[in-house]
């Protein structure tokens, strides 16, 4: 399993154009292997594609020279996520491999195709990335689209309206210009809205219980905080539409998670903003907030409460596992927010977080102790809001467990998310904060997936 290179979907010269023809026919080709997990059993895909990690990393370069790799070790970091998303995919979706296949396919054939027409016939370069173009677009999404159809009819998987809907959550996610690797986020975008739309159980939508009520105090919220000079033009309405799929989707309960991480999200970016404007730290724009910011903290959130809305609220673990994500989703922000706004302001010691290393206050993944005490503290409220919200609607008898779970995944998240912070600031192409904190708001809700069980 072979990586491609990153999209680009302008045409424009190439100086390595065989190596770069072999790396993409093995990209595109590879994917073929996903139809045989109508098959294999997960565990011995997953062994394959571990094979094929191992054998990227060791072998290949001996039989194709370094054609395939841009660097003279025989292998670059493409060539390796490339199986390792496959991997992922597998044991992820392990009881539902339809959704591990189309997820693959859309990176194999739809950033397959999109590069090989994207740097031959590319056309009009897009107008939010000129880098890429939309003939190379156009090409993602119609051999994404041929190719994951196929292999979910093949495999008896989600209906087409939701793998139309996967290979076009790829072919966006891959038009942007994020500084990620492709083969990690083209098959997460994919997988993600496969996970929301196509998983069982799922009912007919019903409205949540007053929820037009909440609907005109949102509004009033939403206008409010655009007055208070807290969010821009952007930032009211698209935080207007994430608070509505939020509310909507989950019902008031992630609402108050959401409204709690907002006030205590202000509160401390307005807290000695002079003082952190002197020294150079202060958040632009005196604190007012766009729709990047309100996306990258809670759309995270929106995802988990579409979710919830699609899951069958009589079994009380399909309604409450992404409520309780969501949840986490919002307090890993909050601590993150947090951290880096206290600290910032009284933290007298930053140091990295790995090598423990002193670091100038405001040093990108920088942590203190006083900014890790305060962000605990602020996803302890998000996650006690939520918690308790949560109580009054769904019958949890464990609410104190799931609180604490809440906070420590937030805290956990957060902490990736200053190391990731620390990779970053060394990266010869940074990747932007936003993405970093809609990174460290998905391990959040993830690692609340993951110690779930316990919690009960």
């Not at 060539?79 to 539902?96: D, G, K, Q, S």
């Not at 290393?357 to 920088?366: D, F, I, L």
Request: hydrophobic content about 55%; overall charge positive.
């Amino acid at each position: 399993m072979v990586s491609g290179i990153s999209a680009k979907y302008c045409k424009q010269p190439m100086s390595h154009e065989p190596s770069e023809n072999l790396r993409k026919s093995l990209h595109i080709a590879f994917g073929l292997f996903a139809f045989t997990l109508a098959w294999l059993p997960w565990w011995q895909a997953a062994i394959a594609a571990l094979a094929a990690l191992l054998s990227n990393w060791l072998v290949l370069h001996r039989i194709v020279g370094t054609r395939v790799a841009r660097h003279e070790r025989g292998w670059d970091a493409g060539i390796l996520l490339y199986p390792l998303a496959v991997l992922v995919l597998i044991v992820v979706f392990r009881n539902n491999l339809p959704v591990a296949a189309v997820a693959w396919t859309t990176l194999a054939f739809g950033d397959g195709f999109a590069t090989v027409v994207g740097q031959r016939w590319g056309g009009t370069p897009l107008r939010w990335n000129r880098a890429k173009s939309w003939g190379g677009l156009l090409a993602f999404i119609v051999a994404g689209c041929a190719a994951g159809l196929a292999v979910s009819a093949w495999l008896g998987g989600p209906p087409m309206h939701f793998v139309i809907g996967a290979v076009f959550a790829g072919a966006i996610v891959e038009s942007l210009a994020l500084g990620i690797d492709d083969n990690i986020t083209v098959p997460f975008a994919a997988a993600v809205t496969l996970a929301v739309l196509a998983i069982e159980p799922m009912r007919g939508y019903r409205l949540p219980p007053r929820a037009l009520i909440w609907m005109a105090i949102h509004t009033g919220l939403a206008l409010a905080g655009w007055l208070l000079r807290t969010v821009d033009l952007s930032g009211l309405i698209g935080g207007w539409i994430l608070g509505a799929i939020i509310l909507l989707g989950a019902g008031w309960p992630l609402y108050i998670a959401l409204l709690a991480f907002f006030v205590v999200g202000t509160l401390v970016t307005k807290i000695g903003y002079a003082s952190k404007r002197r020294r150079g730290l202060a958040q632009e724009r005196e604190g007012r907030r766009d729709f990047s910011h309100a996306f990258s903290n809670a759309g995270v959130a929106a995802i988990c409460a579409i979710a919830v809305s699609r899951a069958t609220r009589a079994e009380i673990p399909y309604g409450v596992i992404p409520l309780f994500m969501g949840i986490a989703s919002l307090a890993t922000a909050a601590a993150d927010t947090t951290a880096s706004e206290i600290g910032q302001l009284v933290g007298r010691r930053a140091f990295l977080p790995i090598t423990m290393r002193r670091a100038e206050p405001g040093t990108e993944g920088a942590v203190s102790i006083e900014g890790t005490v305060a962000g605990i503290l602020a996803a302890g409220v998000v996650a006690m809001a939520g918690t308790t919200a949560a109580q009054l609607v769904f019958p949890v008898a464990y609410r104190t467990r799931v609180m604490i779970a809440v906070t420590v995944c937030a805290f956990l998240g957060s902490y990736l998310e200053s190391i990731a912070g620390s990779w970053n600031r060394k990266a010869g192409s940074p990747v932007a904060n936003g993405v970093l904190n809609f990174f460290n708001t998905a391990i959040g809700a993830l690692l609340f997936l993951l110690i779930w069980p316990i919690t009960i």
